[in-house]
């Protein structure tokens, strides 16, 4: 059972804005930096935004926040390649590095 | 460029052992902390172990503990799993991950391509 937890699916078209959501708790989100993971194709995961960072290589497209035990993750002008399954990750007080749920990104 | 590359995975029964390595190139293997996350098909990814850079310090998640064993020999910028008391519900694929630094707080910043351990009679 995961301990964040992200919205099963969001799609858009290409250009749109779209924003994934990570839910968790004092013990995590609340407490430690967020990281985002995309992952295409069943193929390894790729880091997308560490912290407050956005990783060398990646899109200024992608940029996140955090709000509380809440964290975000938006796609600002979607592209076909950013299709695709998204990880929320972030250390956990009790359980280590926890994962989120994931969600199905789909660029209609 | 960071590469972090594993091996040592394949098929084993229940109740068998396995031992998986992976090899870092690219930056200074002895300055990072250190992780194991694996995936199961059709999951997400679950974090399994992680080593402070001298191996003082290592952590577990609750399911493997007492099975599973991380290590490292930084002279050889090698991380190791040592994976015993296999179980159906380990077979996954398994990432070696660099954690980086960010604002403080430990993240996974590279991955590796993943190695399938399959634990099947």
């Known amino acids: 059972q995961s301990a964040l937890t992200q919205e099963a699916s969001v799609s858009g078209t290409v250009g749109q804005k779209v924003t994934l959501s990570c839910t968790g708790n004092?013990?995590?989100?609340?407490?430690?930096?967020v990281g985002w993971y995309q992952q295409i194709s069943h193929g390894a995961p790729k880091t997308v935004m560490f912290?407050?960072s956005l990783p060398s290589g990646i899109p200024d497209r992608f940029s996140g926040s955090k709000s509380g035990t809440t964290a975000s993750l938006t796609i600002s002008g979607l592209q076909p390649e950013d299709e695709g399954d998204y990880y929320c990750?972030?250390?956990?007080?009790?359980?280590?590095?926890?994962f989120g749920t994931g969600t199905k990104v789909t660029v209609l | 460029e960071v590469q972090l590359v594993e091996s040592g995975g394949g098929l084993v029964q229940p109740g068998g052992s396995l031992r998986l390595s992976c090899a870092a190139s690219?930056?200074?293997?002895?300055?990072?902390?250190m992780s194991w996350v694996r995936q199961a098909p059709g999951q997400g990814p679950e974090w399994v172990a992680n080593?402070?850079?001298?191996?003082?310090?290592?952590y577990y998640v609750d399911s493997v503990k007492g099975r599973f064993t991380i290590s490292r020999d930084n002279a050889k910028n090698s991380l190791y799993l040592q994976m015993n008391s296999l179980r159906a519900e380990d077979t996954a694929v398994y990432y070696c991950?660099?954690?980086?630094?960010?604002?403080?707080?430990?993240?996974?910043?590279?991955w590796g391509q993943g190695i399938l351990v399959t634990v099947s009679s």
């Open positions: 080593i402070k850079q001298d191996g003082s310090e290592k």
């Open positions: 990750s972030a250390w956990d007080y009790s359980l280590g590095y926890v």
């Open positions: 912290g407050n």
């Open positions: 004092s013990n995590n989100i609340g407490r430690y930096a």
């Open positions: 690219g930056f200074t293997f002895s300055r990072y902390w």
């Open positions: 991950a660099r954690d980086g630094e960010t604002s403080g707080w430990l993240l996974p910043d590279y």
